[in-house]
Protein backbone atom coordinates (compact mmCIF):
# COMPACT_ATOMS: atom_id res chain seq x y z
CA UNK A 1 0.00 0.00 0.00
CA UNK A 2 0.72 3.79 -0.05
CA UNK A 3 3.40 5.01 2.59
CA UNK A 4 5.46 8.02 3.00
CA UNK A 5 8.50 7.97 5.38
CA UNK A 6 9.68 11.68 6.79
CA UNK A 7 13.15 11.71 8.45
CA UNK A 8 12.59 11.63 12.52
CA UNK A 9 13.25 14.78 14.28
CA UNK A 10 13.31 17.04 16.23
CA UNK A 11 14.81 18.78 14.49
CA UNK A 12 16.58 21.97 15.93
CA UNK A 13 17.82 25.01 14.04
CA UNK A 14 19.13 28.91 14.78
CA UNK A 15 17.31 31.15 13.32
CA UNK A 16 18.57 32.11 9.45
CA UNK A 17 19.71 28.54 9.27
CA UNK A 18 18.72 26.35 5.84
CA UNK A 19 16.34 23.53 6.77
CA UNK A 20 15.80 20.46 4.82
CA UNK A 21 13.24 17.74 5.75
CA UNK A 22 13.66 14.16 3.85
CA UNK A 23 10.03 12.87 2.86
CA UNK A 24 10.35 9.81 0.26
CA UNK A 25 7.04 7.89 -0.66
CA UNK A 26 5.78 4.59 -1.85
CA UNK A 27 2.91 4.66 -3.78
CA UNK A 28 1.64 3.19 -7.31
CA UNK A 29 0.78 5.09 -10.22
CA UNK A 30 1.79 9.56 -10.67
CA UNK A 31 0.48 10.44 -7.19
CA UNK A 32 -0.02 14.02 -5.69
CA UNK A 33 2.55 15.12 -2.73
CA UNK A 34 2.16 17.41 -0.35
CA UNK A 35 3.67 19.42 2.56
CA UNK A 36 1.07 20.49 5.56
CA UNK A 37 2.42 22.22 8.58
CA UNK A 38 0.36 22.32 12.23
CA UNK A 39 1.34 25.17 14.49
CA UNK A 40 0.73 23.76 18.68
CA UNK A 41 -2.75 23.34 18.98
CA UNK A 42 -3.92 24.15 15.99
CA UNK A 43 -4.85 21.96 13.06
CA UNK A 44 -3.02 21.35 9.44
CA UNK A 45 -2.11 23.71 6.96
CA UNK A 46 -1.67 23.46 3.57
CA UNK A 47 1.56 24.72 2.92
CA UNK A 48 2.75 23.81 -0.45
CA UNK A 49 1.97 20.99 -3.44
CA UNK A 50 3.00 19.49 -6.41
CA UNK A 51 0.87 17.17 -8.74
CA UNK A 52 3.44 15.81 -11.31
CA UNK A 53 6.36 14.81 -11.55
CA UNK A 54 9.25 17.73 -11.42
CA UNK A 55 6.87 20.19 -10.41
CA UNK A 56 8.23 22.78 -7.48
CA UNK A 57 6.05 23.66 -5.22
CA UNK A 58 6.33 27.14 -2.74
CA UNK A 59 5.09 29.15 -0.24
CA UNK A 60 6.43 31.50 2.25
CA UNK A 61 9.72 30.80 1.22
CA UNK A 62 9.35 26.85 1.49
CA UNK A 63 9.81 24.95 -1.64
CA UNK A 64 9.68 21.09 -2.39
CA UNK A 65 10.32 19.24 -5.78
CA UNK A 66 8.55 16.31 -7.06
CA UNK A 67 11.20 13.64 -7.86
CA UNK A 68 9.66 10.67 -9.24
CA UNK A 69 13.13 9.04 -10.17
CA UNK A 70 14.05 9.54 -6.06
CA UNK A 71 10.49 8.87 -4.94
CA UNK A 72 11.01 11.98 -2.68
CA UNK A 73 9.36 15.44 -1.92
CA UNK A 74 12.20 17.16 0.28
CA UNK A 75 10.70 20.64 2.17
CA UNK A 76 13.27 22.79 1.59
CA UNK A 77 13.82 26.93 2.88
CA UNK A 78 17.19 28.51 2.63
CA UNK A 79 16.56 31.22 5.92
CA UNK A 80 13.92 29.95 8.85
CA UNK A 81 12.44 31.80 11.54
CA UNK A 82 11.16 31.60 15.11
CA UNK A 83 7.79 31.47 13.27
CA UNK A 84 8.41 28.57 11.26
CA UNK A 85 8.47 26.31 13.93
CA UNK A 86 5.90 23.82 14.05
CA UNK A 87 5.38 19.97 12.93
CA UNK A 88 5.61 19.45 9.40
CA UNK A 89 3.76 16.73 7.68
CA UNK A 90 4.21 15.05 4.14
CA UNK A 91 1.36 13.54 2.60
CA UNK A 92 0.45 11.90 -0.90
CA UNK A 93 -2.70 11.25 -2.66
CA UNK A 94 -3.35 8.74 -4.87
CA UNK A 95 -5.77 9.41 -7.88
CA UNK A 96 -9.14 8.31 -8.17
CA UNK A 97 -8.44 4.92 -9.43
CA UNK A 98 -11.85 3.56 -9.21
CA UNK A 99 -13.35 4.91 -5.55
CA UNK A 100 -14.69 9.02 -5.67
CA UNK A 101 -12.32 10.45 -2.57
CA UNK A 102 -8.74 11.27 -2.13
CA UNK A 103 -7.20 9.45 0.62
CA UNK A 104 -4.29 10.96 1.89
CA UNK A 105 -1.68 9.12 3.84
CA UNK A 106 0.59 11.21 6.18
CA UNK A 107 3.72 10.44 6.62
CA UNK A 108 4.72 10.84 11.07
CA UNK A 109 5.60 14.01 11.24
CA UNK A 110 8.37 16.40 11.58
CA UNK A 111 8.65 18.60 14.68
CA UNK A 112 10.77 21.82 14.19
CA UNK A 113 11.96 24.05 16.62
CA UNK A 114 13.85 27.52 15.40
CA UNK A 115 15.53 29.28 17.97
CA UNK A 116 16.42 33.04 17.99
CA UNK B 1 -13.32 28.56 -0.17
CA UNK B 2 -14.47 26.49 2.69
CA UNK B 3 -14.53 26.74 6.34
CA UNK B 4 -14.24 23.73 8.88
CA UNK B 5 -15.86 24.04 12.29
CA UNK B 6 -14.83 21.91 15.06
CA UNK B 7 -16.07 22.10 18.54
CA UNK B 8 -15.38 21.15 21.13
CA UNK B 9 -11.37 22.45 21.32
CA UNK B 10 -10.68 20.30 24.43
CA UNK B 11 -12.63 17.54 26.11
CA UNK B 12 -11.84 15.46 29.11
CA UNK B 13 -14.38 12.38 29.31
CA UNK B 14 -14.57 9.72 31.93
CA UNK B 15 -13.31 5.63 30.57
CA UNK B 16 -17.13 3.97 29.38
CA UNK B 17 -18.63 7.74 29.06
CA UNK B 18 -20.41 8.28 25.60
CA UNK B 19 -18.98 10.68 22.86
CA UNK B 20 -19.92 13.15 20.45
CA UNK B 21 -17.74 15.43 18.25
CA UNK B 22 -19.30 17.26 15.83
CA UNK B 23 -17.85 18.72 12.31
CA UNK B 24 -19.37 21.00 9.85
CA UNK B 25 -18.54 22.46 6.70
CA UNK B 26 -19.22 26.02 4.70
CA UNK B 27 -18.51 27.23 1.18
CA UNK B 28 -18.91 24.21 -0.12
CA UNK B 29 -21.61 21.15 -1.07
CA UNK B 30 -21.27 17.55 -1.24
CA UNK B 31 -17.85 17.83 0.03
CA UNK B 32 -15.38 14.37 1.07
CA UNK B 33 -14.97 14.30 5.06
CA UNK B 34 -12.88 12.97 6.46
CA UNK B 35 -11.95 11.90 10.39
CA UNK B 36 -8.53 11.79 11.23
CA UNK B 37 -7.06 10.83 14.58
CA UNK B 38 -3.31 11.86 15.80
CA UNK B 39 -2.29 10.16 19.11
CA UNK B 40 0.46 11.81 20.85
CA UNK B 41 3.81 11.79 19.24
CA UNK B 42 2.52 10.03 16.29
CA UNK B 43 1.47 10.56 13.03
CA UNK B 44 -2.39 11.12 11.69
CA UNK B 45 -4.48 8.00 11.12
CA UNK B 46 -7.60 8.11 9.50
CA UNK B 47 -10.81 6.75 11.08
CA UNK B 48 -13.20 7.44 8.61
CA UNK B 49 -14.74 9.23 4.94
CA UNK B 50 -17.19 10.06 3.43
CA UNK B 51 -18.23 10.64 0.09
CA UNK B 52 -21.78 11.57 0.99
CA UNK B 53 -25.13 11.51 3.10
CA UNK B 54 -25.43 8.37 5.23
CA UNK B 55 -22.60 7.17 2.87
CA UNK B 56 -19.32 6.21 5.31
CA UNK B 57 -16.42 3.98 5.34
CA UNK B 58 -14.18 3.07 8.36
CA UNK B 59 -10.25 2.67 7.74
CA UNK B 60 -9.67 0.45 10.98
CA UNK B 61 -11.70 -1.13 13.12
CA UNK B 62 -12.25 0.55 16.47
CA UNK B 63 -14.50 1.66 19.42
CA UNK B 64 -15.70 4.63 17.01
CA UNK B 65 -18.40 5.43 15.04
CA UNK B 66 -19.10 8.05 12.21
CA UNK B 67 -22.43 9.83 10.79
CA UNK B 68 -23.25 11.87 8.28
CA UNK B 69 -26.79 12.83 8.11
CA UNK B 70 -27.01 16.29 6.71
CA UNK B 71 -24.43 16.99 3.95
CA UNK B 72 -22.11 19.80 5.25
CA UNK B 73 -22.10 18.06 8.95
CA UNK B 74 -19.82 15.21 9.85
CA UNK B 75 -20.24 13.19 13.72
CA UNK B 76 -17.79 10.99 15.32
CA UNK B 77 -18.91 8.96 18.39
CA UNK B 78 -18.48 6.38 20.93
CA UNK B 79 -20.77 4.67 23.22
CA UNK B 80 -18.31 3.66 25.65
CA UNK B 81 -14.57 5.44 25.71
CA UNK B 82 -11.38 3.69 26.64
CA UNK B 83 -8.21 5.22 27.48
CA UNK B 84 -6.86 4.45 24.01
CA UNK B 85 -9.17 6.62 22.43
CA UNK B 86 -7.55 9.63 23.74
CA UNK B 87 -5.99 12.20 21.11
CA UNK B 88 -6.53 15.06 18.83
CA UNK B 89 -9.51 14.25 16.46
CA UNK B 90 -9.23 16.30 12.89
CA UNK B 91 -12.13 16.85 10.70
CA UNK B 92 -11.00 17.32 7.29
CA UNK B 93 -12.51 18.62 3.80
CA UNK B 94 -11.57 17.81 0.86
CA UNK B 95 -11.55 20.89 -1.35
CA UNK B 96 -13.30 20.53 -5.06
CA UNK B 97 -10.64 21.29 -7.05
CA UNK B 98 -8.97 17.67 -7.38
CA UNK B 99 -5.18 17.66 -5.79
CA UNK B 100 -5.56 20.80 -3.77
CA UNK B 101 -5.33 18.54 -0.71
CA UNK B 102 -7.75 18.96 2.26
CA UNK B 103 -9.04 21.75 4.52
CA UNK B 104 -8.90 20.89 8.30
CA UNK B 105 -10.82 21.29 11.11
CA UNK B 106 -8.50 23.41 14.20
CA UNK B 107 -9.16 19.58 16.02
CA UNK B 108 -10.69 18.29 19.51
CA UNK B 109 -8.06 17.37 22.51
CA UNK B 110 -9.50 14.07 23.95
CA UNK B 111 -8.54 13.20 27.15
CA UNK B 112 -9.70 10.02 28.90
CA UNK B 113 -9.28 9.18 32.44
Known amino acids: GDSVTQMEGPVTLSEEAFLTINCTYT??????LFWYVQYPGEGLQLLLK?????DKGSNKGFEATYRKETTSFHLEKGSVQVSDSAVYFC???????????????FGQGTILTVHP | SQTIHQWPATLVQPVGSPLSLECTVE??????LYWYRQAAGRGLQLLFY??????ISSEVPQNLSASRPQDRQFILSSKKLLLSDSGFYLCACEQETVNYGYTFGSGTRLTVV
Open chain 1, 50 to 54: ATKAD
Open chain 1, 91 to 105: ALRRGAGGTSYGKLT
Open chain 1, 27 to 32: ATGYPS
Open chain 2, 27 to 32: GTSNPN
Open chain 2, 50 to 55: SIGIDQ
